[in-house]
């Protein structure tokens, strides 16, 4: 990892230390610190989990198997089985054709999405080192793809000089990116594997390092950085041959010249770029006496950003049926916003979700920003007819629901509410507010666990105060 001292050396420590103090109360504010209680209903999840299906696997999902065992029926089919049939399961959804295939299911309440790697042994210890040369002879791709995540961060681990500061590092960035719309590799942004080496980066960058001066020299290191030079969290232990992959490359710190799979694209780009620099010129005075984190984690403010909007509108028969559909549009939505890019320019796909509860269907919606100030609304018919034949040329294989493009204004999106948005997270119930279907329907909001403050629902109180309103 890259040494040295960070731009903000020779503070006093009282300085550094009230800086990082109130970065610290924030970030208890918003809820980013988990309770005893989170920490050991997870443990216990953990614990069920391997009694399930006996190989090593955390929250963070990874299901290893022999080499007899095979994704398409004992993965797909039979450990599905085998989830469906515990009470503490639910909404399991096999995730199929998506780049690292997994099921993905609420245990106990709590998200997993859980990939599946296929070791050639005949038998799976319980302690088994994923960083271990020996089980990674021979793997499929598939496999290999599931293992990196995991291996990427227990290399992270081991090299960071404090797990603490970078796990709390990770906390702000990550909700900084979420706030400002920049979280989420489907979406084209960044994912949770790319903040985890951007911040070990930073970690490794600074000695003598505090929480804040950690997350102004973030800002301050990758506002300023060279893409597309790739960020290496080992100098020249995995030399690589050839121009790195994508617009911001990221190398993968547990293998040969690998790098993240990324989705971003010109657009995304542009917006994550923007983002760096905003929080640079935010937090360079992080330690004069009025300084707030705050204005930092900011929701972005896409209503007074851009005058017109993709809308995406997703539907299918019922809960379940849309969404696996939403799943599988999803995961093509790179190439829907290359279309779009190609047809509008800049495009910012907003990751939150919205709820139509007026119409009959169940759904979804997406606005997702245009830059351009005069738009011809009419080629969104070409973009939706040239996305659908990307869609139906996957393997999806549940009931096909209905996706619908058009372009609206500013002034057409849902003024009710607003929420935060985590794009489906591993470890974060999906988020979204509903439209309220009518003025007389008593309705109150239901507010985030996650983000507190922030509205996700609208739930009906008829016929159901005798029995006190769900938490």
């Known amino acids: 990892m890259k040494k040295g001292g960070g731009r903000n050396k020779g503070f006093p420590p009282s300085m550094e230390d009230g800086s990082s103090i109130s970065l610290r109360q924030l970030m208890v504010n918003e ?3 988990p309770s005893l209680e989170d920490q050991e209903k997870r443990r216990v999840v953990i614990n069920k989990l391997r009694k399930v299906y006996g ?24 450990l599905r089985d085998m989830l469906k049939s515990r009470r503490e399961v639910s909404e399991v959804h096999c995730v199929k054709d998506a780049k690292v295939p997994l099921i993905r299911f609420k245990f106990d309440g709590i998200l997993v999405d859980l990939p599946y790697a296929q070791l050639r042994v005949l038998s799976i210890p319980n302690n088994v080192d994923v960083l271990n040369p020996f089980f990674l002879r021979d793997i499929d791709e598939t496999s290999w793809k599931s293992l990196s995540g ?4 227990k290399c992270i681990l081991q090299l960071v000089p404090s797990l603490e500061l970078f796990q709390s590092l990770l906390r702000c960035v990550k909700l900084w990116a979420k706030r400002r719309g920049v979280y989420g590799n489907l979406n084209g942004f960044l994912g949770g594997v790319h903040m985890a080496i951007l911040a070990a980066f930073v970690c490794g960058y600074e000695s003598n390092a505090t929480l ?19 960020v290496v969290l080992l100098e020249d232990t995995y030399p690589a041959t050839g121009a790195p992959p994508g617009l911001m490359p990221i190398q993968l710190p547990c293998g040969s010249h690998q790098y993240c799979n990324s989705n971003i694209t010109r657009s995304t780009f542009y917006k994550i770029m923007a983002e760096f620099l905003r929080g640079h010129n935010l937090t360079k005075d992080y330690l004069k006496p009025n300084f707030s984190w705050k204005n930092l984690f900011e929701l972005y403010p896409y209503e007074n950003t851009y005058t017109w909007f ?5 539907s299918a028969a019922n809960q379940e049926d849309l969404s696996d559909w939403v799943g599988w549009v ?15 320019g800049i495009c910012d796909p907003n990751p939150t979700e919205y709820v139509e509860t007026y119409t009959k269907q169940p759904n979804i919606v997406f606005y997702w920003g245009l830059q351009l100030r005069t738009i011809n609304v009419s080629d969104i018919e070409s973009v939706e007819t040239e ?25 057409q999106l849902p003024k009710n509410g607003e929420c935060a948005s985590n794009n489906r997270s591993k470890k974060v119930t999906k988020t979204c507010w509903r439209i309220r279907e009518n003025k007389q329907c008593n309705n109150v909001p239901v507010y985030s666990h996650h983000l507190p403050g922030y ?4 739930q009906k109180m008829a016929n159901r105060e005798a029995d006190g309103m769900a938490g």
């Open 31 to 33: 809820g980013l610190i």
């Open 150 to 153: 995991v291996r990427a961060n």
């Open 330 to 344: 999803k995961s093509r939505f790179r190439c829907l916003l290359s279309k779009i890019e190609e047809v509008y």
């Open 455 to 458: 509205v996700v629902g609208y």
């Open 55 to 78: 190989s090593e696997s955390d929250i963070d999902a990874l299901c290893i198997g022999p080499f007899f065992a095979s994704i398409s029926e004992d993965f797909f089919i039979s």
């Open 387 to 411: 996305f659908l034949k990307n869609l139906n040329s996957g393997s999806f294989q549940g009931p096909v629901g209905r996706i619908q493009l058009s372009v609206v204004k500013e002034s």
């Open 310 to 314: 993709t809308k995406i509108h997703l």
């Open 212 to 230: 804040s001066s950690l997350l102004a020299n973030f800002f301050y290191i990758f506002a300023h950085w060279q893409w597309p030079t790739p």
